[in-house]
T-cell receptor, first 122, second 114 residues
Framework: DAGVIQSPRHEVTEMGQEVTLRCKPI?????LFWYRQTMMRGLELLIY????????DSGMPEDRFSAKMPNASFSTLKIQPSEPRDSAVYFC????????????????????FGPGTRLTVL | AQKITQTQPGMFVQEKEAVTLDCTYD???????LFWYKQPSSGEMIFLIY??????QNATEGRYSLNFQKARKSANLVISASQLGDSAMYFC???????????FGTGTRLLVSP
């Protein structure tokens, strides 16, 4: 079965340009996550969707960032306008659902990551 | 707020030896899940192993095992019989109850030498 697919793998753009990152989750997975990885801040969650609906976007850094999931097999993360400090590796991940806990409640099931998009903004 | 601490920025081990990568976490909720991921130099994040906070036994997956000590809030990853291909960054992560997100530590870089 195919894993999470991301495109492009590398993106170099100039400050002020619009950047669109794309993600295809694993078929049948109900949750989709966008993460950003930088040396300074490590891995941080930007936004996640459940059944195509954005649930938590509190990690989106500012209004220049937006994410959509028009259907179960496609999501985009857009940066407009881009800035040099947006340079990072952006990961998309998906999970099947929730994992129940023996003590009650649930949390995320295993998240499977795509290969990432390395974004460089000059 | 939940926090993951990985105190070893780098670890060295010789091929075929075992190595332990440390992970401690901070949460007031007794229900949570713990994950370990591997990130080789190629950049992808690879899931290795999972431990639920109420699981009775420590998780094992092939050469990977998780030394889970709930009272000490630690979830160390043990890699047995290290291989050159194990050289990578290793991240510990936690998912609190009621949340769908992962909180990651800063990672440990493991270098396996021949």
């Amino acid at each position: 079965d195919a894993g999470v697919i991301q495109s492009p793998r590398h993106e170099v753009t100039e400050m002020g340009q619009e950047v669109t990152l794309r993600c295809k989750p694993i078929s049948g997975h109900d949750y989709l996550f966008w993460y950003r990885q930088t040396m300074m801040r490590g891995l941080e969650l930007l936004i996640y969707f459940n059944n195509n609906v954005p649930i938590d976007d509190s990690g989106m850094p500012e209004d220049r960032f937006s994410a959509k999931m028009p259907n179960a097999s496609f999501s985009t993360l857009k940066i407009q306008p881009s800035e040099p400090r947006d340079s990072a590796v952006y990961f998309c991940a998906s999970s099947l659902g929730q994992r129940g806990l023996a003590g009650g409640g649930a949390h995320t099931d295993t998240q499977y990551f795509g290969p990432g998009t390395r974004l460089t903004v000059l | 707020a939940q926090k993951i601490t990985q105190t070893q920025p780098g670890m060295f081990v010789q091929e075929k030896e075992a190595v332990t990568l440390d992970c401690t976490y901070d949460t007031s909720d007794p229900s949570y899940g713990l994950f370990w991921y591997k990130q080789p130099s190629s950049g992808e994040m690879i899931f290795l192993i999972y431990q639920g906070s109420y699981d009775q036994q420590n998780a094992t997956e092939g050469r990977y095992s998780l030394n889970f000590q709930k009272a000490r809030k630690s979830a160390n990853l043990v890699i047995s019989a290290s291989q050159l291909g194990d050289s990578a960054m290793y991240f510990c992560a936690m998912s609190p109850r009621g949340f769908q997100k992962l909180v990651f530590g800063t990672g440990t870089r493991l270098l396996v030498s021949p």
